[in-house]
């Protein structure tokens, strides 16, 4: 392929677009590979269709190397479907809504869960069908509420989604094994650094499920990953090592004056001035605070050590599908006295209380007393209160220690590239996919589902692999492997051309900026702008007999004589 | 590729689906092709995703073999573009409109004007940069009111459109002509049978415009061919000869009672009982018919020969963008009489009126005479009423006069695979897209649009190779060239599987039927079903070196050395 700039439907900008927060964003629209056309909506210009297809395809050869079979699915789908899985309100705002001009309802699919059990229940029926994995590269559609970062969150972007069918836990585990080493592959392949972290299994259910995180300083996703050990977890699936049960003897506790202390620090500074229990050194991480939450239709309070926030995504995450909010209402419930709430009264108010996993049986703290301007010293726990269970609600943070070896954890930003899930039977469940046995019996089926965003890889790429200049596209994805430039007319205009059609009839895909009239520095910076991982520049050497081999990935600049150039770029091309 | 059937995600059916109405929606599903999962919205399993991509593959190889350039476009866009163009109303309830989360409208692609024209607003300036023509091939939505056949009429369809962006009309005309060019060769390609015929430019605007039908039973549009000359029109195209001006001297229009004949028929009768204007041998094609409408807010009264029918489809196309409806509501306009409405009085009442082609000046006319229960004959055009102009309303029927050669005209029924389209500067106009040309000044652009409906394609063919057992694939778009089949166990059953494997290591798509427990007949049905091009047949004759090689298309059978079979089918494959 010989892609001549002169016609090419692209523009290179030297401004940043206003719009773009991130570099991906802003050096692939600068480089005229998308375009924003919608909020969260984005054009693939002729280049960065190319990019998007060469992720695609190597995405679609490991997913056929591991027996994966590719169909397609609609996008316009009956919402009735999702209200059987329980999905429909579990989306919530995030799904798009529409009806048709009967007034059926659908859903633009999010994920396509419920639609893919529906068609193996269609089609298989025996257990000798099993196992099963298929797979789309389609159009998912989200409504984010704040879609961002170009194409690191869109409302609408491409997305390979593979879901497997077995008959049992060992099965599943098996195809989840599988889906996992293809990715392994194909992120390996696409030139990305990546960690695959413990994820949540949040909206989607279900059991173990990892996520591939490419560390990226502008990624969503904030992971833990340990300093000494090779644990990593999303935060909100670390799990906090619980200290063993005090077993020291307390002293009783006791309730004291504590005016105006309705914080954390407030209350530590009394404390502390008036030698509350007869000590001086109270530190926040003694005190227990109490968070009101409201979670679907009950109250909840979640206990922490003072020193630790209570993390909404992680409550959420632990108590999915309940969503949760925090209280503020106080009005309406006299008993809890804002400020000054303490675990002694909950049991009594038929209020749910969970705790941190810190918080064990005889730890002692410094806590509310329930009344104004009251707190309690040596509040024991499982003697003057008993919690109803724990919750990792706490916020993590770096130098916490690692579940798996006790090291410090370091806190790290990544962007969801993949995310991958053993769902067991809840789908078959809501759907009733069952294979009949060799005794006649039904088997209830057990899924994974398995996701890659495709065009969110594009611009994980793009941070990865970019620099001041412009982005630097690894061979595996870059939309052409040599960018051919004339830095002048004449002879040098025409060789480029002849050296760039030589290169085409190898079978290598090439970029030749043929654009009439601009400066040698003009292209230059458009070839660094534009990544292509080769760069030949026919100078002004060609009148000797030479021409220059820049390499877009390490900088590095050959001179080669232009009668073995086609044969070198050839050779590291690979061909 | 070696596809094994053992595994692959494929169940044929003896019974033809129940909601399926015509030859290529009761294969496709048969045959494990495709799965309907919503009204109007279907699955691709994993042979019908082979065919659908090697659809587009061939639409892509000849796009990029004229210079037109893939992009890709959202789906999910704002509703403001298409009100801007107009075509928000003039798609009404075909559209699909859905709100955000924060309200904001959008509209799922029904066809991409709108956006392109943007597009190319937003990255070209100067008249330098023209010509150019890109296209997708992504999915579109329409809320069709009668989803039907499957695959021809769907609600979510796979498209390419590719749009043109020209300084100046002959420019159009070459990338419309190149458009056609590339259209033939797809479709040749593909192995349809196919007519260009002249189309109306309907919901599109523009000027010129044709559209490529595969003739089928089934096929949704009627179009007309002349059974002498290469004539060929979409019954909405179809121009109807005018009769030269009629010079005979009339005498005066008279009114006669003509009780209880509201109808043509029953006028007709009347009046030759009666002798009306001295003759008895009146036919419908004597009297002139007053259809009245409602075009957008006004009426429009349509007069045509009584022996034609007002075709609302033409009307349409004639009078787009206004929508037209037949009028019911006669009680509030008194002064036209239901049945008896005569010409004579439309200018005084104000009330526009259009004309059959037919209806030329001179011609002496039997219609109503705007009283009840009253008609009148010898009522000349130009003379006694002067209509507004003229309409292509009439039906149109076999045996009509083909406008170019005059030779009748035949009706046929076909499958619209392809549209193409001289917008002109409709879309320009509306989005402001000049060029600045070489004085400084700026050029208006004009664009053209072409569609191919890739899915209906997979359709379009289906109906054209089948026979009553089943599929019968173009080699260009099969899932694999061959199908190897094994009649019974053992040694076939080995041979076969090597045989499958020998051929696929030779590059050729193979399709082997390796399902334990099945009989010879059932394996022979399913490969007539599937309809692959050739099947090898390993059965008894083995024994004596010989397997047996079928041709799906001609259905011959011929006995083949086995050690020769690899060989044989690799060069009709082409290899």
């Given at each position: 392929?010989?892609?001549?700039?002169?016609?090419?439907?692209?523009?290179?900008?030297?401004?940043?677009?206003?719009?773009?927060?991130?570099?991906?964003?802003?050096?692939?629209?600068?480089?005229?590979?998308?375009?924003?056309?919608?909020?969260?909506?984005?054009?693939?210009?002729?280049?960065?269709?190319?990019?998007?297809?060469?992720?695609?395809?190597?995405?679609?050869?490991?997913?056929?190397?591991?027996?994966?079979?590719?169909?397609?699915?609609?996008?316009?789908?009956?919402?009735?479907?999702?209200?059987?899985?329980?999905?429909?309100?579990?989306?919530?705002?995030?799904?798009?809504?529409?009806?048709?001009?009967?007034?059926?309802?659908?859903?633009?699919?999010?994920?396509?869960?419920?639609?893919?059990?529906?068609?193996?229940?269609?089609?298989?029926?025996?257990?000798?069908?099993?196992?099963?994995?298929?797979?789309?590269?389609?159009?998912?559609?989200?409504?984010?509420?704040?879609?961002?970062?170009?194409?690191?969150?869109?409302?609408?972007?491409?997305?390979?989604?593979?879901?497997?069918?077995?008959?049992?836990?060992?099965?599943?585990?098996?195809?989840?094994?599988?889906?996992?080493?293809?990715?392994?592959?194909?992120?390996?392949?696409?030139?990305?650094?990546?960690?695959?972290?413990?994820?949540?299994?949040?909206?989607?259910?279900?059991?173990?499920?990892?996520?591939?995180?490419?560390?990226?300083?502008?990624?969503?996703?904030?992971?833990?990953?340990?300093?000494?050990?090779?644990?990593?977890?999303?935060?909100?699936?670390?799990?906090?090592?619980?200290?063993?049960?005090d077993?020291?003897?307390?002293?009783?506790?006791?309730?004291?004056?504590?005016?105006?202390?309705?914080?954390?620090?407030?209350?530590?500074?009394?404390?502390?001035?008036?030698?509350?229990?007869?000590?001086?050194?109270?530190?926040?991480?003694?005190?227990?605070?109490?968070?009101?939450?409201?979670?679907?239709?009950?109250?909840?309070?979640?206990?922490?050590?003072?020193?630790?926030?209570?993390?909404?995504?992680?409550?959420?995450?632990?108590?999915?599908?309940?969503?949760?909010?925090?209280?503020?209402?106080?009005?309406?419930?006299?008993?809890?006295?804002?400020?000054?709430?303490?675990?002694?009264?909950?049991?009594?108010?038929?209020?749910?209380?969970?705790?941190?996993?810190r918080v064990v049986p005889g730890t002692a703290w410094?806590?509310?007393?329930?009344?104004?301007?009251?707190?309690?010293?040596?509040?024991v726990c499982?003697?003057?209160?008993?919690?109803?269970?724990?919750?990792?609600?706490?916020?993590?943070?770096?130098?916490?220690?690692?579940?798996?070896?006790?090291?410090?954890?370091?806190?790290?930003?990544?962007?969801?590239?993949?995310?991958?899930?053993?769902?067991?039977?809840?789908?078959?469940?809501?759907?009733?996919?069952?294979?009949?046995?060799?005794?006649?019996?039904?088997?209830?089926?057990?899924?994974?589902?398995?996701?890659?965003?495709?065009?969110?890889?594009?611009?994980?790429?793009?941070?990865?692999?970019?620099?001041?200049?412009?982005?630097?596209?690894?061979?595996?994805?870059?939309?052409?492997?040599?960018?051919?430039?004339?830095?002048?007319?004449?002879?040098?205009?025409?060789?480029?051309?002849?050296?760039?059609?030589?290169?085409?009839?190898?079978?290598?895909?090439?970029?030749?900026?043929?654009?009439?009239?601009?400066?040698?520095?003009?292209?230059?910076?458009?070839?660094?702008?534009?990544?292509?991982?080769?760069?030949?520049?026919?100078?002004?050497?060609?009148?000797?007999?030479?021409?220059?081999?820049?390499?877009?990935?390490?900088?590095?600049?050959?001179?080669?004589?232009?009668?073995?150039?086609?044969?070198?770029?050839?050779?590291?091309?690979?061909?």
């Open positions: 392929m010989l892609l001549r700039m002169s016609n090419l439907f692209v523009r290179t900008l030297r401004e940043d677009p206003a719009e773009a927060e991130v570099p991906s964003h802003r050096l692939l629209v600068r480089a005229g590979y998308v375009r924003r056309v919608a909020p969260g909506g984005y054009a693939w210009l002729p280049l960065g269709k190319l990019v998007l297809d060469r992720v695609a395809a190597v995405v679609r050869e490991e997913m056929a190397a591991i027996g994966a079979q590719e169909v397609s699915l609609p996008s316009l789908l009956p919402q009735e479907r999702y209200e059987t899985s329980g999905r429909l309100a579990a989306f919530g705002d995030d799904v798009f809504r529409l009806r048709d001009r009967r007034g059926a309802g659908y859903v633009l699919g999010p994920t396509h869960e419920e639609l893919f059990t529906l068609l193996v229940k269609d089609l298989y029926g025996s257990y000798r069908d099993y196992p099963v994995t298929l797979y789309q590269v389609g159009t998912k559609f989200r409504d984010e509420a704040r879609p961002r970062g170009g194409l690191l969150r869109g409302r609408e972007f491409l997305m390979k989604d593979a879901y497997s069918f077995d008959l049992d836990d060992e099965g599943l585990r098996r195809s989840y094994d599988a889906q996992r080493e293809a990715y392994i592959r194909v992120f390996d392949r696409l030139g990305l650094d990546y960690t695959i972290v413990a994820a949540a299994t949040g909206a989607m259910g279900g059991s173990g499920s990892e996520e591939f995180l490419a560390p990226a300083p502008v990624g969503e996703d904030t992971y833990v990953a340990c300093t000494a050990c090779d644990y990593a977890a999303n935060t909100e699936a670390v799990t906090t090592p619980a200290p063993a049960a077993q020291a003897t307390r002293p009783a506790s006791t309730v004291f004056d504590t005016p105006g202390t309705p914080t954390i620090e407030s209350l530590v500074a009394y404390a502390n001035s008036v030698g509350a229990g007869g000590r001086t050194d109270w530190t926040a991480a003694d005190t227990l605070k109490n968070v009101v939450l409201r979670a679907g239709d009950s109250l909840l309070v979640i206990g922490v050590p003072g020193d630790r926030e209570v993390d909404l995504k992680r409550v959420e995450a632990a108590l999915y599908p309940v969503t949760v909010e925090l209280f503020d209402d106080f009005a309406a419930h006299p008993d809890l006295i804002r400020g000054y709430i303490g675990p002694q009264v909950l049991a009594k108010l038929g209020i749910r209380y969970l705790v941190d996993p410094l806590t509310g007393a329930n009344e104004p301007d009251r707190h309690a010293v040596n509040v499982g003697r003057d209160f008993t919690p109803d269970g724990t919750i990792e609600a706490a916020d993590v943070r770096a130098g916490d220690p690692c579940p798996a070896c006790g090291q410090p954890l370091a806190l790290r930003r990544g962007i969801e590239i993949g995310h991958i899930f053993q769902l067991g039977r809840r789908f078959a469940d809501a759907f009733g996919l069952d294979a009949l046995g060799p005794d006649g019996q039904p088997v209830r089926v057990t899924m994974g589902s398995y996701g890659i965003g495709v065009s969110r890889v594009v611009a994980a790429i793009a941070e990865q692999h970019h620099d001041e200049r412009g982005l630097s596209w690894p061979a595996s994805v870059a939309p052409c492997r040599v960018h051919v430039v004339a830095a002048g007319k004449g002879e040098q205009a025409e060789a480029a051309q002849r050296l760039a059609s030589e290169l085409a009839s190898r079978g290598i895909d090439v970029l030749l900026d043929d654009r009439p009239g601009l400066s040698a520095g003009v292209r230059f910076a458009d070839a660094e702008l534009l990544g292509m991982p080769l760069v030949v520049v026919v100078g002004r050497r060609l009148a000797e007999g030479y021409v220059e081999v820049r390499s877009r990935i390490d900088n590095s600049r050959t001179d080669v004589p232009v009668d073995e150039v086609v044969e070198l770029v050839s050779t590291r091309c690979g061909g």
